[in-house]
Structure formats: C-alpha cells, structure tokens
C-alpha cells in the first residue's frame, strides 16, 4: 500500500457517505477516467460491449490500484471458451490480446466492457456506500 493512500476510519464513512475522503478523490479519477474511455468508444463495438454485459461476460480483476501516477485496472474477460487480458491505464494507455486490438489498436469490445464493469461495479459500491477497493495480484 502507497503512503499516500489512507483508508478512512470506517466510521466516517458511514457518517459521511461520499464527502471529503481521499478514497472518494481516487474513486473520482477511476471513473472519469473510464467514462472518458468509453467516450472513445466506436459506436459498433460500445454496442458490443453492452451485449456482453446482457449477456454476464465476466471481468476478473487481477489489478485495481489507485496510485499517485494515476489509476490502473487490468485483468481477464471471459465468455465462452474466450479469455482476453485487458489493461487500461490512465493517460489514454489501454491493451487487449483479442485480434482487433493486436490488429487495429482500436478501443476493442473487451477494453470497453471492462470499463463498463468497472463503472457498474463502483456505481454498486456507491449505492451500498462503500467505497471501490484496490486489488492488486498474488505473488
Ligand atoms: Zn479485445
């Protein structure tokens, strides 16, 4: 865990949902960061995306770690027999090991599902007011 990052008393979360913690500040800069993502989106794989949440694609988070440099996510999409690894970063920086990102360095359906994930996932937090956790892989 970095310095900076300081888990609030759980108190004061519950007292105060949503105001002034740090945690709040870096769960802002995981979803703008995303829904900036997703605005680069391409019309017809967004819509592909938002079919495979309809039909419960699974992201698996490997990582989530909020740091001073900025907001890092990646980890499996799975559907099927299919298994893609996505990163996304911020400053822009995403990958996917699906043929066409590898093919077209485009914003692929799996980057853009696992930012639909993601935000489903911290707009539940939200409503259950709790805060996004970081993750960060086994060694
Ligand atoms: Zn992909």
């Known amino acids: 865990m970095k ?3 300081h888990f609030p008393a759980a108190a004061s979360i519950l007292d105060r949902p949503g105001t002034g913690s740090v945690f709040v500040e870096e769960n802002g800069r995981l979803k703008g960061m995303l829904r900036k993502l997703l605005g680069k989106v391409e019309d017809g ?3 592909r995306a938002l079919a495979g949440l309809q039909a ?4 698996e ?3 989530r770690v909020f740091g001073k440099s900025g907001v890092k996510i990646g980890g499996h999409v799975r559907y099927g027999s299919k298994k893609y690894t996505v990163h996304i970063k911020s400053g822009s920086v995403y990958t996917c090991t699906c043929e066409d990102y590898m093919r077209r360095e485009v914003i692929c359906k799996h980057i853009a599902f696992v930012a639909m994930a993601e935000l489903a996932h911290y707009a539940a937090e939200r409503s259950a007011h709790r805060q ?3 993750a960060r892989p086994i060694v």
């Open 56 to 59: 419960s694609w699974q992201f």
């Open 132 to 134: 996004v956790q970081e």
């Open 45 to 47: 794989r967004f819509s």
């Open 61 to 63: 988070v490997g990582i």
């Open 3 to 5: 310095k900076f990052f």
